[in-house]
């Protein structure tokens, strides 16, 4: 009896030994980037003297311009406090702890950490960490200097030059010039299956003027909204010396390729990613944290980590959004609640088979749609009614497309009745989660004007694809917030959700006449937001987009993390951390 | 010994099918790995790229041909989405979630062993009432439920462990603990009850037996006619249930494993779902179906151990 006893314990040792051997092969790599950060930290104050430039900096600022000619400025500058490092850089915030790490959870996992080749705009809150571009937006949405100083349009439109900053270099100590952003312009334009090369249509080249200067040559008066593009992944610079041999995937690899605030230490595609405080870098302002790492979390963990302390900053979902505020109000963590350019609603093809063919039957549902009680009904007021993704007070905010269809269920069963269509009714696609409680309300509301609307439960990557491809005519989405017009309209209407501007439909040519007429590098910029203006309106006419409200994303931090509200592309949802710190 | 191999063989029918429902299922759900990897609004034409790029056009029976031909040389393929080797992946996830097991496990033996000997030991008393009760109210817990509400309690009220996150047991075994024993409770709590029940049900029963009632007429103490007699007879039906909970533990990882950040066998299996990404998909069916097929079998041999009439 004790023999088998003895072997019955032997064998359940050697199982628990050999299960906690493979434990400690789960994060090996964790290991391994903690003696790399640890090896390759420098601190800001060495990385201000080594990277200079602060006269340059200043006297490049100053003198930004834009497409229309105003004079930029640098909303670098605009955290409260602090001490600047020289005119022209972020200020370094004061109290702020240097050698602080910051752990960040995030809604969406990286995909593809190449520039050229990255379709998710929630890849750049991975990539824009270690890729400096181009140009900047503000919150504000007006584009200011980054790595290049300043931008203009030539006479005729069909150039555009921009001048460099002096003081830049790439993580692998490459300098970075006139020759470096070639490289890069022509890797977005040229790289196989490069999702750039469609963004930068109408650029037809790019040559080196001068040692610091650049000159794109452009097509057809277009893109009037370049240096936007160039604030994106067609603006993100890569080492030359990476790209003369693209000896990694960066889709799966890292390495001493970037030019931003932080370098890679640690990738796991599809999870998470890990930097350290990139090394003589130019702005010191923008590197507050000696090590950051971000992950995709799980929304629940994501609030329980920040209310732990175990990670400093999370984004909570759509759906924690009133969770999360009521935890800030609480006092379990800091909330900041922030209203991003996007807007949930229904996309309509006007080309398609059935009753959204009908004019009379997509302006019924513009009509019949409560817009406030969605509001107040599934967001507790905090879900802002709206017709297009730019808030009020926006220079790209139309009063009159918020006015046209206000909630009138008379007038919309009176369209109905004027269609001559009976019971009319139409399937649209929506996927599981945030869209769905959208969806219901709005199929209850359209109810009581005589509109069946059948919900369609579909996977959320299919949803997109279905409508893009005709096989659905109508899907619930959210339109992707953008900083201009130019770029909304070639994502969305112009773009692949074009089904909504379907050429069946008569006025379609027209409004893409007027949108290309638009987009000319010929007009000033108040010419362009009125040319845009009359382009959006007649859209609106068409009523091919029904729009529900502009939900709040809630950031929420820990009480010593500082920045938060600073942080660039917060507007657009995939913020850019490099403004998050931590106080001492 | 014939036995376990006969049992291995017919392990090998059973990868074959498993592996293909899953390469079905996953081709009859809708869209496609080239939809998850064209990113934000992809284009028609850039769809039928990735698909040509990936074979997905191909019929189904030469794809899963394709992947059975590999993974039969034991090359279960790599990601479409990272295009790391599935393999790798496996054994970097598996060594969070079978430690997250191992504890489950040894947490839900010792709270069934305690709460079943005791309410069996006390059978229609107060204490029993209240194993009962407290058994009942563990196995209709959500574990996903259960694990929201020790983290409130014991990781954001009174911060005595972490809420989330892992640690290697070979860099710090402490931590390693730590990080997992709100976890591992929120897992083991339905099992650990169910055996508990179990326990108590079998071990009440062999208490009353005529073998225990002549121990303990020869003098035999209480704590030995439980321990060395009645227990090892009660442990048999106990086992069986432990065999299919043990294997359930790697399905209940998955919610687990999300609450808590433990980048596991159940956060891949999720993530590589979503994602259509059919080679880690099934790698994972392979391992986990060898997994369950290997444990089973562990505790059809443990039966001999407890029960001698079946080593005939």
């Given at each position: 009896?004790?023999?088998?006893?003895?072997?019955?314990?032997?064998?359940?040792?050697?199982?628990?030994?050999?299960a906690?051997?493979?434990?400690?092969?789960?994060?090996?790599?964790?290991?391994?980037?903690?003696?790399?950060?640890?090896?390759?930290?420098?601190?800001?104050?060495?990385?201000?003297?080594?990277?200079?430039?602060g006269?340059?900096?200043?006297?490049?600022?100053?003198?930004?311009?834009?497409?229309?000619?105003?004079?930029?400025?640098?909303?670098a500058?605009?955290?409260?406090?602090?001490?600047?490092?020289a005119?022209?850089?972020?200020?370094?915030?004061?109290?702020?702890?240097?050698?602080?790490?910051?752990?960040?959870?995030?809604?969406?996992?990286?995909?593809?950490?190449?520039?050229?080749?990255?379709?998710q705009?929630?890849?750049?809150t991975?990539?824009?960490?270690?890729?400096?571009?181009?140009?900047?937006?503000?919150?504000?949405?007006?584009?200011?200097?980054?790595?290049?100083?300043?931008?203009?349009?030539?006479?005729?439109?069909?150039?555009?030059?921009?001048s460099?900053?002096?003081?830049?270099?790439?993580?692998?100590?490459?300098?970075?010039?006139?020759?470096?952003?070639?490289?890069?312009?022509?890797?977005?334009?040229?790289?196989?299956?490069?999702?750039?090369?469609?963004?930068?249509?109408?650029?037809?080249?790019?040559?080196?003027?001068?040692?610091?200067?650049?000159q794109?040559?452009?097509?057809?008066?277009?893109?009037?909204?370049?240096?936007?593009l160039?604030?994106?992944?067609?603006?993100?610079?890569?080492?030359?010396?990476?790209?003369?041999?693209?000896?990694?995937?960066?889709?799966?690899?890292?390495?001493?390729?970037?030019?931003?605030?932080?370098?890679?230490?640690?990738?796991?595609?599809?999870?998470?990613?890990?930097?350290?405080?990139?090394?003589?870098?130019?702005?010191?302002?923008?590197?507050?944290?000696?090590?950051?790492?971000?992950?995709?979390?799980?929304?629940?963990?994501?609030?329980?980590?920040?209310?732990?302390?175990?990670?400093?900053?999370?984004?909570?979902?759509?759906t924690?959004s009133?969770?999360?505020?009521?935890?800030?109000?609480?006092?379990?963590?800091?909330?900041?609640?922030?209203?991003?350019?996007?807007?949930?609603?229904?996309?309509?093809n006007?080309?398609?088979?059935?009753?959204?063919?009908?004019?009379?039957?997509?302006?019924?549902?513009?009509?019949?749609?409560?817009?406030?009680?969605?509001?107040?009904?599934?967001?507790?007021?905090?879900?802002?009614p709206?017709?297009?993704?730019?808030?009020?007070?926006?220079?790209?905010?139309?009063?009159?497309?918020?006015?046209?269809?206000?909630?009138?269920?008379?007038?919309?069963?009176?369209?109905?009745?004027?269609?001559?269509?009976?019971?009319?009714?139409?399937?649209?696609?929506?996927?599981?989660?945030?869209?769905?409680?959208?969806?219901?309300?709005?199929?209850?509301?359209?109810?009581?004007?005589?509109?069946?609307?059948?919900?369609?439960?579909?996977?959320?990557?299919?949803?997109?694809?279905?409508?893009?491809?005709?096989?659905?005519?109508?899907?619930?989405?959210?339109?992707?917030?953008?900083?201009?017009?130019?770029?909304?309209?070639?994502?969305?209407?112009?773009?692949?959700?074009?089904?909504?501007?379907?050429?069946?439909?008569?006025?379609?040519?027209?409004?893409?006449?007027?949108?290309?007429?638009?987009?000319?590098?010929?007009?000033?910029?108040?010419?362009?937001?009125?040319?845009?203006?009359?382009?959006?309106?007649?859209i609106?006419?068409?009523?091919?987009?029904?729009?529900?409200?502009?939900?709040?994303?809630?950031?929420?931090?820990?009480?010593?993390?500082?920045?938060?509200?600073?942080?660039?592309?917060?507007?657009?949802?995939?913020?850019?951390?490099?403004?998050?710190?931590?106080?001492? | 010994?014939?036995?376990?191999?006969?049992?291995?063989?017919l392990?090998i029918?059973?990868?074959f099918?498993?592996?293909?429902?899953?390469?079905?299922?996953?081709?009859?759900?809708?869209?496609?790995?080239?939809?998850?990897?064209?990113?934000?609004n992809?284009?028609?034409?850039?769809?039928?790229?990735?698909?040509?790029?990936?074979?997905?056009?191909?019929?189904?029976?030469?794809?899963?041909?394709?992947?059975?031909?590999?993974?039969?040389?034991?090359?279960?393929?790599?990601?479409?989405?990272?295009?790391?080797?599935?393999?790798?992946?496996?054994?970097?996830?598996a060594?969070?979630?079978?430690?997250?097991?191992?504890?489950?496990?040894?947490?839900?033996?010792?709270?069934?062993?305690?709460?079943?000997?005791?309410?069996?030991?006390?059978?229609?008393?107060?204490?029993?009432?209240?194993?009962?009760?407290?058994?009942?109210?563990?196995?209709?817990?959500?574990?996903?439920?259960?694990?929201?509400?020790?983290?409130?309690?014991?990781?954001?009220?009174?911060?005595?462990?972490?809420?989330?996150?892992?640690?290697?047991?070979?860099?710090?075994?402490?931590?390693?603990?730590?990080?997992?024993?709100?976890?591992?409770?929120?897992?083991?709590?339905?099992?650990?009850?169910?055996?508990?029940?179990?326990?108590?049900?079998?071990?009440?029963?062999?208490?009353?037996?005529?073998?225990?009632?002549?121990?303990?007429?020869?003098?035999?103490?209480?704590?030995?006619?439980v321990?060395?007699?009645?227990?090892?007879?009660?442990?048999?039906?106990?086992?069986?249930?432990?065999g299919?909970?043990?294997?359930?533990?790697?399905?209940?990882?998955?919610?687990?494993?999300?609450?808590?950040?433990?980048?596991g066998?159940?956060?891949?299996?999720?993530?590589?779902?979503?994602?259509?990404?059919?080679?880690?998909?099934?790698?994972?069916?392979?391992?986990?179906?060898?997994?369950?097929?290997?444990?089973?079998?562990?505790?059809?041999?443990?039966?001999?151990?407890?029960?001698?009439?079946?080593?005939?």
């Open positions: 009896m004790r023999g088998r006893n003895g072997r019955w314990s032997r064998c359940f040792a050697f199982v628990i030994a050999g906690l051997v493979a434990a400690s092969c789960g994060d090996d790599d964790d290991g391994d980037s903690s003696s790399g950060t640890a090896a390759e930290t420098t601190t800001p104050a060495s990385a201000a003297t080594a990277g200079g430039g006269g340059a900096t200043t006297a490049a600022s100053t003198s930004a311009t834009t497409s229309s000619g105003g004079a930029g400025s640098t909303s500058t605009t955290s409260s406090g602090g001490t600047a490092t005119e022209g850089l972020t200020p370094i915030p004061d109290g702020v702890d240097l050698d602080a790490s910051i752990v960040m959870a995030y809604s969406v996992p990286p995909n593809n950490l190449d520039p050229a080749l990255s379709t705009a929630a890849d750049n991975y990539m824009y960490m270690f890729y400096d571009r181009l140009t900047e937006i503000s919150e504000d949405l007006e584009v200011v200097p980054y790595l290049a100083t300043e931008w203009a349009y030539g006479a005729d439109g069909s150039t555009f030059t921009m460099l900053r002096e003081d830049a270099q790439f993580h692998d100590g490459t300098p970075f010039n006139a020759d470096a952003v070639v490289a890069n312009i022509n890797r977005s334009l040229t790289k196989q299956g490069a999702a750039t090369a469609r963004a930068l249509a109408g650029v037809t080249g790019i040559e080196k003027i001068g040692e610091y200067e650049v794109f040559n452009l097509t057809g008066g277009q893109p009037s909204n370049l240096p936007v160039l604030a994106g992944n067609p603006g993100a610079m890569l080492s030359p010396a990476f790209i003369a041999n693209e000896t990694i995937d960066l889709k799966t690899g890292f390495g001493d390729v970037g030019s931003g605030p932080y370098k890679v230490v640690e990738y796991n595609p599809g999870q998470s990613a890990s930097y350290v405080r990139a090394p003589n870098y130019w702005d010191p302002g923008r590197q507050l944290a000696a090590e950051f790492s971000i992950s995709f979390v799980d929304p629940a963990a994501r609030i329980n980590g920040v209310r732990t302390g175990e990670f400093d900053l999370g984004q909570s979902a759509a924690d009133a969770e999360a505020i009521s935890i800030g109000e609480s006092g379990g963590f800091n909330a900041y609640p922030y209203v991003i350019n996007t807007v949930y609603g229904a996309l309509f006007p080309g398609s088979t059935g009753v959204l063919a009908n004019q009379q039957i997509r302006q019924a549902i513009m009509h019949g749609m409560d817009r406030d009680a969605i509001n107040e009904g599934l967001f507790e007021g905090r879900c802002e709206r017709f297009q993704p730019f808030p009020e007070g926006n220079k790209y905010y139309f009063p009159e497309i918020e006015e046209r269809y206000p909630f009138d269920p008379e007038r919309a069963r009176q369209l109905v009745a004027e269609s001559g269509i009976s019971d009319p009714s139409f399937d649209i696609q929506v996927s599981p989660g945030s869209y769905e409680p959208f969806a219901q309300v709005m199929q209850a509301q359209l109810e009581d004007i005589g509109i069946t609307m059948n919900i369609i439960p579909s996977e959320t990557s299919a949803v997109p694809v279905n409508f893009i491809s005709g096989a659905s005519p109508a899907s619930y989405l959210v339109v992707l917030a953008y900083p201009d017009l130019a770029s909304l309209y070639a994502n969305w209407y112009g773009g692949p959700f074009g089904n909504m501007l379907n050429p069946a439909v008569p006025e379609a040519a027209a409004i893409r006449a007027a949108a290309a007429a638009a987009n000319s590098t010929a007009l000033s910029e108040q010419q362009q937001i009125a040319a845009w203006r009359e382009v959006y309106t007649q609106q006419e068409l009523a091919v987009f029904a729009p529900g409200c502009a939900a709040p994303q809630v950031w929420m931090s820990g009480d010593d993390v500082i920045g938060v509200e600073q942080m660039p592309f917060i507007w657009q949802g995939a913020v850019v951390p490099y403004t998050i710190g931590k106080t001492g | 010994m014939k036995q376990v191999v006969r049992r291995l063989l392990a029918p059973m990868l099918i498993v592996s293909f429902l899953v390469f079905v299922l996953v081709d009859l759900a809708p869209g496609d790995a080239a939809v998850s990897l064209a990113g934000d992809p284009t028609p034409e850039r769809l039928a790229e990735i698909r040509a790029e990936l074979n997905l056009d191909d019929p189904l029976l030469t794809r899963y041909g394709r992947w059975l031909g590999d993974a039969v040389t034991g090359d279960l393929g790599s990601s479409l989405q990272t295009e790391e080797a599935v393999l790798d992946q496996i054994v970097d996830a060594g969070v979630t079978i430690s997250l097991v191992i504890v489950s496990v040894i947490l839900s033996t010792l709270i069934a062993a305690v709460l079943g000997v005791i309410a069996a030991m006390r059978s229609g008393g107060v204490v029993d009432r209240i194993v009962t009760a407290v058994s009942a109210v563990a196995v209709a817990a959500p574990p996903f439920w259960l694990g929201m509400l020790l983290i409130l309690t014991f990781a954001i009220n009174r911060s005595w462990l972490p809420a989330l996150g892992y640690e290697s047991f070979t860099e710090d075994w402490w931590q390693w603990l730590r990080h997992l024993l709100l976890p591992a409770l929120a897992l083991g709590a339905l099992p650990g009850a169910e055996l508990a029940m179990q326990l108590k049900a079998s071990l009440t029963e062999e208490l009353g037996r005529d073998y225990v009632l002549t121990a303990r007429a020869r003098g035999i103490s209480g704590r030995a006619v321990l060395k007699h009645a227990m090892k007879n009660a442990l048999i039906p106990v086992v069986t249930v432990f299919f909970r043990l294997a359930q533990l790697f399905g209940g990882a998955v919610t687990i494993e999300a609450l808590f950040f433990l980048e066998i159940g956060s891949l299996a999720v993530s590589s779902t979503f994602q259509r990404d059919v080679p880690v998909l099934l790698g994972l069916v392979v391992v986990l179906t060898l997994l369950v097929i290997l444990l089973n079998l562990l505790v059809d041999v443990s039966y001999s151990y407890f029960n001698p009439r079946t080593r005939r």
